[in-house]
């Protein structure tokens, strides 16, 4: 039976990664009691930097972190996409006070261990949060008085309900329901470099990404532009599984041919590299049943070409709060009413994501055509076209997009 007695409830929530500790804040907003498991030795975050559009700002906002998550944000002038073979510009949109009346708020880059520490640092804070480490959840079980779990070490844990934040190779999901992951065959590099070492003329307040046949790079600042976040990306040319290693320079330069001197250069930059090997999913119908969903990269993992996954998680977790509110704490209705609205969303971002990834990696026709398919667009036509993924917020948020 649902429990509905908002003082005992309890959700115990699987990964403490961006989306797991925003959920947590979400929810106990809304009076809940949280039990955070986290299966590393300690709650970080890896990687390197993460753009956030302007409905992420508008999560962190109603998370109530948004002030602390801007003080470590780097705002920025444009976001611009040039050809890699010639370096001639291929699109420009500006993000500077007409996309911020448009959009109410900025266009920002952060460093990913910076936005999971501005979401940790409010979880630590909070009393009905508990969270423990080094907890791996082998087993799952849900039934009419809520969910049961158990982990590596035989300990059992129960809650009125639980959500999976565990990311890409998710238990939960696994346990809820047994799909298959998509490996796109397309790996991703990603170092931080010093001011020092970048390029003079790349030192561009701006995400900038060279668009090249089969590959592309991206570069944007950190930290106060004392740092650069550097991506490069590539058709593979072996048979990939998902997952994450040191990369090499000899690697990332042999899939770099052909491409213009000046995006060239940030090849010499990093002094060491970490291999993503990318793969999504396809969207299905349901995340969860009864007292089980799912949220953030277990839920809708994607591709990076849109830079929305962590701004996919922050909408999540902040929807399933406000459908907790909306459905008086009956916990089914609102996973239900959760993922009626997100799962349409996040599919469409999956999708879009796929169809930027073809644009970047153009080659010869489909290059020309890809180059010529936003000459003459104003600002506003940009702003209106991406208005169905930056005009998200929370007062509309169990609204179907």
């Known amino acids: 039976m649902n429990n509905n007695n ?3 409830q309890k959700v115990i929530i699987v990964g403490g990664g961006i989306g797991g500790l925003a959920a947590a804040l979400a929810l106990t907003r809304q009076g809940i009691f ?3 498991l986290e299966q590393a030795d300690e709650i970080a975050e890896i990687g390197a930097g993460i753009q956030l559009g302007p409905n992420a700002y508008a999560a962190l906002d109603a ?3 948004g002030d602390t998550a801007r003080q470590r944000s780097v705002f920025t002038d444009h976001i611009i996409m040039m050809d890699a073979v010639d370096a001639t510009e291929v699109v420009r949109i500006e993000v500077g006070e007409a996309f911020r009346q448009r959009f109410g708020n900025a266009y920002g880059v952060i460093h990913r261990a910076d936005i999971h520490r501005t979401i940790l640092e409010a979880v630590e804070k909070d009393p009905l949060i508990s969270f423990q480490t080094s907890t791996r959840i082998v087993s799952m079980e849900t039934n009419d008085t809520g969910v049961a779990l158990v982990d ?3 300990r059992h844990y129960a809650a009125d309900a639980v959500v999976g934040c565990d990311g890409v190779k998710s238990v939960v999901r696994e346990k809820l329901l047994g799909d298959t992951h998509r490996v796109t065959g397309h790996v991703v590099y990603r170092a931080v470099v010093d001011k020092a070492n970048m390029p003079e003329e790349l030192r561009i307040n701006a995400p900038v990404l060279w668009a090249g046949p089969h590959c592309h790079l991206v570069h944007y600042p950190l930290r106060g532009g004392e740092q650069y976040n550097l991506v490069v990306t590539f058709h593979s040319r072996e048979q990939e599984q998902w997952g994450v290693r040191d990369g090499s320079k000899e690697e ?6 052909g491409i213009h001197p000046t995006p060239a250069k940030l090849l010499d930059t990093p002094t ?3 291999r993503w090997a990318t793969a999504d999913r396809e969207p299905l119908e349901r995340w969860g049943e009864g007292c089980a969903t799912l949220l953030g990269d277990a839920a809708h993992p994607m591709s990076q070409y849109l830079a929305q996954g962590a701004c996919m998680a922050l909408e999540d977790a902040v929807t399933l709060g406000e459908a907790v509110k909306a459905c008086n704490h009956d916990l089914e209705a609102a996973f239900r009413a959760y993922e ?4 349409p969303r996040t599919a469409r971002v999956v999708w879009s994501t796929r169809e930027m990834g073809r644009l970047y990696h153009a080659k010869g026709v489909e290059r020309t055509v890809r180059n010529s398919l936003w000459v003459g667009r104003t600002q506003e036509e940009f702003y209106s076209a991406i208005g169905w993924l930056y005009d998200w917020n929370v007062l509309e948020c169990l609204k179907q997009q």
């Open 63 to 65: 998370l109530g972190v």
């Open 152 to 154: 590596q070490n035989g």
């Open 252 to 257: 990332v330069m042999s899939y770099f041919d």
């Open 272 to 274: 060491s590299w970490r």
């Open 6 to 8: 908002i003082e005992s």
């Open 34 to 36: 949280v039990e955070l």
């Open 340 to 343: 009626s609205v997100r799962i």
